[in-house]
């Protein structure tokens, strides 16, 4: 049974890594699924690929951290399936770089993706949800960075602590209307953004022999959680980090 039938869910970038594994998901689960990410040809590949395999699919491209985009994002999804019942901030970016030598232009664009994006995004879908007055689901992706450090990582592990607790005040302010505000916390997870450190000489294999499972992470290994949060199952769950990262938080 389609655990997801009858929802429209906006899985902001997901036209590679993380957010494309989920949207997939979602897809095979019987959600109307809006594909959105910076590159419009890569939306509606995603979305046809969700299409191909019976599900039901859209591409709109936004950029998270514009505003007028993510706007425009939100009433292109009402216009074509009526409503929003899940989303799921997930576009963000990362750069490895030493704290003394990151750039101010570099630190701006991060945090205008990960916690403008993710807040605004957020506010426009619990103003939606409101207006509906069905309750609906809210999942912002974050990081074992919102609460451990990590060498070369400030820029964006800031941005991970911010959504943490805006995820909590989120949840707080929200569950009057039924609406829960859950996020994700990632291991470390073999995606695009995190290719080129993880191509360095002995760095994979190193991060490896730390992850109590044994492998770095898969998109796939998350889209279960995102479900999770999706669905009524998890209508008790609300203002938490659920954390999928093969055990590492545990050492």
Same mark, same amino acid.
């Given at each position: 049974?389609?655990?997801?039938?009858?929802?429209?869910?906006?899985?902001?970038?997901?036209? *590679?890594?993380?957010?494309?594994?989920?949207?997939?998901?979602?897809?095979?689960?019987?959600?109307?699924?809006?594909?959105?990410?910076?590159?419009?040809?890569?939306? +509606?590949?995603?979305?046809?690929?969700? *299409? *191909?395999?019976?599900?039901?699919?859209?591409?709109?491209?936004?950029?998270?951290?514009?505003?007028?985009?993510?706007?425009?994002?939100?009433? /292109?999804?009402?216009? #074509?399936?009526?409503?929003?019942? =899940?989303?799921?901030?997930?576009?963000?970016?990362?750069?490895?770089?030493?704290?003394?030598?990151?750039?101010?232009?570099?630190?701006?664009?991060?945090?205008? %993706?990960?916690?403008?994006?993710?807040?605004?995004?957020?506010? /426009?879908?619990?103003? +939606?949800?409101? /207006?509906?007055?069905?309750?609906?689901?809210?999942?912002?992706?974050?990081?074992?960075?919102? +609460?451990?450090? #990590?060498?070369?990582?400030?820029?964006?592990?800031?941005?991970?602590?911010?959504?943490?607790?805006? #995820? /909590?005040?989120?949840?707080?302010?929200?569950?009057?209307?039924?609406?829960?505000?859950?996020?994700?916390?990632?291991? %470390?997870?073999?995606?695009?953004?995190?290719? +080129?450190?993880?191509?360095?000489?002995?760095? *994979?294999?190193?991060? =490896?022999?730390?992850?109590?499972?044994?492998?770095?992470?898969?998109?796939?290994?998350?889209?279960?959680?995102?479900?999770?949060?999706?669905?009524?199952?998890?209508?008790?769950?609300?203002?938490? #980090?659920?954390? =999928?990262?093969?055990?590492?938080?545990?050492?």
């Amino acid at each position: 049974m389609s655990r997801l039938a009858g929802k429209t869910a906006i899985v902001t970038g997901s036209t *590679r890594g993380i957010g494309k594994g989920i949207a997939v998901r979602y897809g095979r689960e019987g959600a109307n699924v809006v594909v959105s990410g910076t590159n419009a040809e890569l939306c +509606e590949e995603v979305a046809e690929s969700i *299409r *191909r395999e019976g599900g039901s699919a859209i591409g709109i491209p936004c950029d998270i951290s514009d505003l007028d985009q993510i706007n425009r994002l939100y009433d /292109r999804t009402i216009e #074509t399936f009526g409503e929003i019942n =899940v989303v799921v901030n997930n576009a963000g970016i990362a750069v490895f770089k030493p704290f003394v030598e990151v750039e101010p232009e570099t630190v701006r664009k991060i945090w205008n %993706v990960n916690l403008f994006g993710t807040f605004f995004s957020g506010q /426009r879908a619990a103003k +939606e949800m409101i /207006r509906q007055g069905k309750g609906g689901k809210i999942i912002n992706m974050s990081s074992i960075s919102e +609460e451990v450090g #990590t060498a070369h990582l400030t820029q964006y592990a800031t941005t991970k602590g911010g959504i943490k607790i805006m #995820t /909590r005040c989120m949840a707080l302010e929200l569950a009057e209307y039924g609406i829960n505000v859950n996020a994700i916390g990632a291991g %470390v997870i073999d995606t695009d953004i995190s290719m +080129e450190e993880f191509s360095k000489p002995g760095m *994979r294999e190193e991060t =490896v022999k730390r992850i109590p499972w044994g492998r770095m992470g898969v998109p796939e290994d998350l889209a279960g959680t995102a479900v999770f949060l999706a669905h009524e199952d998890s209508d008790y769950v609300t203002g938490t #980090t659920v954390f =999928v990262d093969g055990g590492l938080l545990a050492m």
